[in-house]
């Protein structure tokens, strides 16, 4: 049977986001009340996968490995409610993909693999591009910290309040 699912981008949503990249332990950073929604919306039954673009991998920034430390923090810090990150180590300077959001493949793949309920899932991001494919798919969405969104069915300063609004409206 189909479950709903909340994607959640990663920086900025779940930590502090950086202009120059989170991939180490020392800026890793977690947002208040991320550990306390992520686990009040695992107790409600949702999914929660996690779609992030990593493109400091394919600019030789920072290594494949020091990402999935950063992922293995993470899930420590929010009591391994996360099911499952997809990410995009792709940059348009060096190449192109479907899986960088505003593509959705990533999407498309967790949506396959956890036989997700399309109409019943929230996708919750800090910029637009992270709504765009949501929207085209069909996801309700919520947009957290900035207020540049034209698309965004709801805006909020953080997940914890996006939380209020995805267990109000179902």
Known sequence: MSKPCIF??????????YVDYVYSSEKLTILPGVAGAIRLLKDTGYTIVV?????GIAQEI?????MHECHELIQKKCDHGIDHFYYSPWHPKV??????KPGSLMFEKAIARFDVAVERSWMVGDKERDLVPAKKIGIRTIQVDHSDSTIADH?????AEAVGIILSKG
Do not use: A
């Open 95 to 100: 190449t192109e993909s479907l899986t960088r």
């Open 62 to 66: 920072y290594t494949r490995q020091q």
């Open 155 to 159: 805006k909020t300063k953080d997940l």
């Open 51 to 55: 779609i992030t673009n990593q493109s």
């Open 8 to 17: 959640l981008d990663r920086d900025g949503v779940i930590n502090k986001d």
